[in-house]
């Protein structure tokens, strides 16, 4: 049975920062790209950060510079670094695992940034 369990999230002050984390269950990680996307309340799910199994990572335009993905293969581990957040950062952060055709997501973790 395949798990991805987030955490990390909550209430942060702008400028502030948090760390998100998603482990992993039921899968060979290290074969499987890993994402970071959100959605906030009316708005469509968008990607904020993809670390492919090799190769380079992939940010939205709004977090670059802000946000760091990294992942540890042996504790079958994606981590979202959220630094300098605002308000507009405010949504349900997911992760998801993909390999080909194949994902997996996560229930979602609230993230609020607000004064």
């Known amino acids: 049975q395949v798990q991805l369990v987030e955490s990390g999230g909550g209430l942060v002050q702008p400028g502030g920062s948090l760390r998100l984390s998603c482990a992993a269950s039921g899968i060979i990680f290290r074969l499987y790209a890993m994402g970071w996307y959100r959605q906030a309340p009316g708005k469509q799910c968008e990607l904020v950060a993809v670390?492919?199994?090799?190769?380079?990572?992939n940010y939205a335009d709004s977090v670059k510079g802000r946000f760091t993905i990294s992942r540890d293969n042996a504790n079958n581990t994606v981590y979202l670094q959220m630094n300098s957040l605002k308000p507009e950062d405010t949504a349900v952060y997911f992760c998801?695992?993909?390999?080909?055709?194949?994902?997996?997501w996560g229930q979602g973790t609230q993230v609020t940034v607000s004064s």
């Open positions: 998801k695992a993909q390999k080909f055709s194949t994902a997996y």
């Open positions: 670390m492919p199994s090799g190769g380079s990572t």
